[in-house]
């Protein structure tokens, strides 16, 4: 596609259940990336996919957050036993990978825990 | 202290004046830097990209870089009422990752 796509566009879910959140990024992109932005704050970085390579999840807050990428493509965020602390908007980045290009961000998925 | 900082604002100016946006970043390594401008409600749009110390102008806004201070700014000339938005700096420190600001709200007042 021309941008990049995130579903669902808003998710709310009860405390403890696990959710899935989902990045279709731009079409030869090698690079994706995952942030989270709570109301009024910061980009908080979770985790960066380039190519084959191991991916840094140095911002994942914990051992509930997890995410992976399949076939160098599409990505998928997990977060388990959801916390009322998860509720923030999910936003999914990609880029060529290349020290000089900036992001294309998806338009974000909107997480509530109640 | 950060790594990438940003005068938190919120700026105020007049429609029609000159918007001034700063941010200084701490590894002398980095690359290349990048402003993003998020709506409210929205997605950051990146808006600017600049690489080597000087002035980058597109349209009504100019990036301008100075390794040596490691320090960059956007400038927003003529500004009007939709440039209100927040203004977020990022800086490539490695490969393709960014670092990005807290940003910094704009708003311009008619």
């Known amino acids: 596609g021309a941008g990049v796509s995130q579903s669902p566009s808003n998710k709310v879910t009860e405390k403890g259940k696990d959710v899935e959140l989902r990045c279709d990024p731009i079409s030869g992109h090698t690079a994706l990336y995952w942030y989270r932005q709570s109301l009024g704050q910061g980009l908080e970085f979770l985790i960066y996919f380039q190519g084959n390579s191991a991916p840094d999840k140095s911002g994942l807050p914990s051992d509930r957050f997890s995410a992976e990428r399949t076939g160098g493509s599409v990505s998928t965020l997990t977060i388990q036993r959801t916390q009322q602390e998860d509720s923030a908007v999910y936003l999914c980045?990609?880029?060529?990978?290349?020290?000089?290009?900036?992001?294309?961000f998806g338009s974000g998925t909107r997480l509530t825990v109640v | 202290q950060k790594e990438v900082e940003q005068n938190s604002g919120p700026l105020s100016v007049p429609e029609g004046a000159i918007a001034s946006l700063n941010c200084t970043y701490s590894d002398r390594g980095s690359q290349s830097f990048f402003w993003y401008r998020q709506y409210s409600g929205k997605s950051p749009e990146l808006i600017m990209s600049i690489y080597s110390n000087g002035d980058k102008e597109d349209g009504r806004f100019t990036a301008q870089l100075n390794k040596a201070s490691q320090y960059v700014s956007l400038l927003i000339r003529d500004s009007q009422p939709s440039d209100s938005a927040t203004y977020l700096c990022?800086?490539?420190?490695?490969?393709?990752?960014?670092?990005f600001g807290d940003g910094t709200t704009l708003t311009v007042k008619p």
């Open positions: 980045a990609s880029s060529s990978g290349l020290a000089g290009y900036g992001y294309t």
């Open positions: 990022a800086v490539n420190t490695n490969a393709g990752k960014s670092t």
